[in-house]
């Protein structure tokens, strides 16, 4: 029972270069998130997603890209890695099955520490 | 918008001690709350819950009552341990909205 996976845990990039976080769900969940958590400020939304082909701007969305393929995977892509993108990043999934389910939480993965010099 | 408000600073207390955090939040219609934990080095899991008013949600210890006269989720713990030093997180979902709004967080730390 794996739950919310996300690759790599550790990444240190230059300014510049790309990279993409990965996130996978194996409980078959409608709706994932990306969030970033920073010091004094708590975790702010970056994209999300209610479905296959479905995704959305949160709150911080610039300097990010997501896609979502299929159920399960959720990528986060850094398009040009600048400092202020250092963070740690949580990938969350949850339950979406309509006018029962605004009482599920959310399954969140161990995160992704990011370090851009 | 949804918003929720945790009180400021962290929160240093001895072992077997009596733990509150306040959380109030603002929300249109009737919110479902939550408390997260994230210790240290690990992703946030869900502590507890309550989706209606009145409702006491619970969990290792720990206790929240929905308070809607008060808009408030206040968690609370009548002995901490030293395992439970964490960071603790308010949150809320609105009916037919799945997107989460956290409160910044509480840092607890629990001294021997």
């Known amino acids: 029972n794996a739950g919310v996976t996300q690759t790599p845990k550790f990444q240190v990039l230059k300014t510049g270069q790309s990279m993409t976080l990965q996130c996978a769900q194996d409980?078959?969940?409608?709706?994932m998130s990306w969030y970033r958590q920073d010091p004094g400020m708590g975790l702010r939304l970056i994209h999300y997603s209610v479905g296959a082909g479905i995704t959305d701007q949160g709150e911080v969305p610039n300097g990010y890209n997501v896609s979502r393929s299929t159920t399960e995977d959720f990528p986060l892509r850094l398009l040009s890695a600048a400092p202020s993108q250092t963070s740690v990043y949580f990938c969350?999934?949850?339950?979406?099955?309509?006018?029962?389910?605004f009482g599920y939480g959310y399954t969140f993965g161990s995160g992704t520490r990011l370090t851009v010099v | 918008g949804n918003s929720v408000t945790q009180m400021e600073g962290p929160v240093t207390l001895s072992e077997e001690a009596f733990l509150t955090i306040n959380c109030t939040y603002t929300?249109?219609?009737?919110?479902?709350l939550f408390w997260y934990v994230q210790y240290p080095g690990e992703g946030l899991q869900l502590l507890l819950k309550a989706t209606k008013a009145d409702d006491k949600g619970s969990n290792k210890g720990f206790e929240a009552t929905y308070r809607k006269e008060t808009t408030s989720f206040h968690l609370e713990k009548g002995s901490v341990q030293v395992s439970d030093s964490a960071v603790y997180f308010c949150?809320?979902?609105?009916?037919?909205?799945?997107?989460?709004?956290f409160g910044k967080g509480n840092q607890v730390v629990v001294i021997p």
């Open positions: 409980m078959n969940h409608e709706y």
């Open positions: 949150a809320l979902k609105s009916y037919g909205n799945n997107r989460l709004a």
């Open positions: 929300a249109t219609g009737y919110p479902s």
């Open positions: 969350a999934s949850s339950f979406e099955g309509g006018t029962g389910t």
